[in-house]
């Protein structure tokens, strides 16, 4: 399901903070420690994976539609 890796810059982005209804839940870093890559929730995946198999998609990035403008 997630073997686009345009989807899942999707979800990562709908899931940025202020989002009502976030794809994921990003586990934020701790602090005093030292950068790490992108820490997500197994749960939270699961539920996008669920949302995807009932035929719901994330929003589109700017970049994608700035192009549908075009």
Same mark, same amino acid.
């Given at each position: 399901?997630?073997?686009?890796?345009?989807?899942?810059?999707?979800?990562?982005?709908?899931?940025?903070?202020?989002?009502?209804?976030?794809?994921?839940? $990003?586990?934020?870093?701790?602090? @005093?420690?030292? &950068?790490?890559? +992108?820490?997500? #929730?197994?749960?939270?995946? %699961?539920?996008? $994976?669920?949302?995807?198999?009932? @035929?719901?998609? &994330?929003?589109? +990035?700017?970049? #994608?539609?700035?192009?549908? %403008?075009?």
């Amino acid at each position: 399901m997630l073997n686009s890796p345009r989807m899942l810059a999707r979800m990562i982005a709908a899931s940025k903070p202020g989002n009502v209804n976030p794809w994921l839940r $990003i586990v934020p870093p701790r602090i @005093g420690r030292k &950068p790490r890559d +992108l820490l997500i #929730e197994q749960a939270s995946v %699961e539920k996008a $994976i669920h949302r995807l198999l009932e @035929g719901e998609s &994330p929003p589109l +990035l700017d970049c #994608e539609i700035e192009r549908q %403008e075009e």
